[in-house]
């Protein structure tokens, strides 16, 4: 089992703890949230993602303490796209504190292409190779 932990100091949370188990399909096996739930799919960790970053923006504008804020980017794949998706760039330019911070989420999911199906299953994934397999990515930055 790998431990991942992310500090959240001054958010009012000790910390968040990641928990991935090692394997073929190095997979999500469980995440504990600030308010102790678990979160197994992929829903409860889209959610999760989406208030740790505004948490974090709130967080960092008032630390800032110059009225600068972070200026929001959405943008969204429709469902008739084959990657459908969206995600949220926030970015906080010219601060006192901080001169330029910037936090992004982004949800995608899609099905895989054959190139990119022979690709994972060259490196030993457990994918067939011919592609079509339903997937999805979610992930959260910060600069």
């Not at 949230?33 to 889209?46: H, N």
């Not at 929001?72 to 911070?101: C, F, M, Q």
Request: proline content about 4%.
């Amino acid at each position: 089992m790998l431990r991942f932990s992310l500090q959240t100091r001054g958010m009012g949370v000790d910390h968040d703890k990641l928990f991935l188990r090692k394997g073929k399909n190095q997979r999500l096996a469980s995440m504990v949230s600030p308010r102790g739930s678990r979160l197994g799919t992929p829903e409860c960790f889209e959610q999760y993602i989406n208030e740790l970053q505004g948490r974090i923006i709130k967080e960092a504008e008032a630390m800032e303490n110059s009225g600068k804020t972070f200026q929001k980017d959405h943008w969204r794949r429709d469902s008739g796209n084959p990657n459908a998706g969206y995600g949220i760039t926030a970015v906080l330019e010219e601060g006192e504190l901080l001169e330029k911070a910037a936090s992004n989420i982004s949800v995608v999911s899609g099905v895989l292409s054959p190139s990119r199906a022979a690709a994972m299953s060259s490196r030993g994934r457990d994918v067939d190779p011919a592609g079509g397999q339903p997937y999805s990515a979610m992930a959260m930055s910060l600069v």
